[in-house]
């Protein structure tokens, strides 16, 4: 009786070459290479859909509890919050949070919770406010000026030029207003606005004295010193006062108006050029006590911008700038 060898194929198997051999097996059914299965794209479907559900929820309750707790008015402006880039980011970054720890995910949960939290504390009045109240100096009593200053110094930044070259009162207007304010109230003899730029054809100092005219302010009692930054502003100022043009007051104190959080920066800056003002703080952003409001929990691009102009104050103490 014959047997086959060892390394011989059985009768019935298919030779090395066939090309059965070597045939890929057969997709589950299902399965496309070109794409998700349609049980993934339900998965996927459902997902997105648990999310808008739960961030549509989170919404509503945000707007009814500020309802209760406020009133309609505030609700509303609750709900508007909630619509704009900055609340729907906000409720995405909680919702994906979730949604990842729920489907087992939890590295991504947590980058979306920090995300989460990185929002929700720069973008809090109450911190932007906390930040704020350690940079801000009490306002100076105007009634603890016995005779007019000899001069108010306000610092570029409070003029903004429109479209048309025409100039505005900006973020930082205050400073333009209080020095009108001072002028009309008798505080002060005369007023040098700073400031300079090199990418617009009105410079911040000629922007500045063009919207004191416009209030009332003499022409011949208005100076201009140039510098592109607080340090440069402070530079240009020791040799302004270092040689005065004609018919400018010698007599008197000289006050520095600047806004409230760049009061400390812009006196420490003045002491290193030995220049001694009287500090004039305004625009203040630490705002008044008022009721608690749901809505304060959601973040505002108003109250980052305060948290940012904090944070750049402190980091321009830390490099002495």
Known sequence: MNHPAPNDPAPNDPAPNDPAVHA????????SAEGPSSPDRVWTARIVLTGIAWGAAIDIFMVMWTWIQNDKGSADRCATALVMPLGILWTFTLVASLLCFRRGAPRFGIVFAILFALISITGNGDVADA???GL??????????SEPLRCVVVLGGGITIAYDEVPELG????????????????????????GGSSLGRIQPAEAGRMMLES???????????PGDNTSQEMKNLEAFFASPPAGFPRDGKVGLVTSASHMKRAMRLAAERDLKFVPL?????????????????????????????????????????
């Open 171 to 194: 973020i930082a207007g205050q400073r333009i207003m209080y020095t009108a304010q001072l002028w009309h109230a008798g505080h002060t003899q005369a007023v040098i606005c700073t």
């Open 281 to 321: 703080p305004c625009g203040y952003e630490t705002g008044a006590d008022y009721e608690f409001s749901p809505k304060e929990l959601i973040p505002s691009p108003g109250a980052m911008d305060s948290f940012g102009r904090a944070l750049k104050e402190r980091l321009a103490r830390l490099v002495n700038r």
């Open 215 to 225: 209030i009332g302010v003499p022409s011949d009692k208005i100076y201009e010193s």
């Open 24 to 31: 890929p097996s057969p997709e589950p059914a299902g399965v």
């Open 131 to 133: 930040s704020m109240n």
């Open 136 to 145: 801000e100096p009490p306002r100076t009593p105007l009634d603890t000026l």
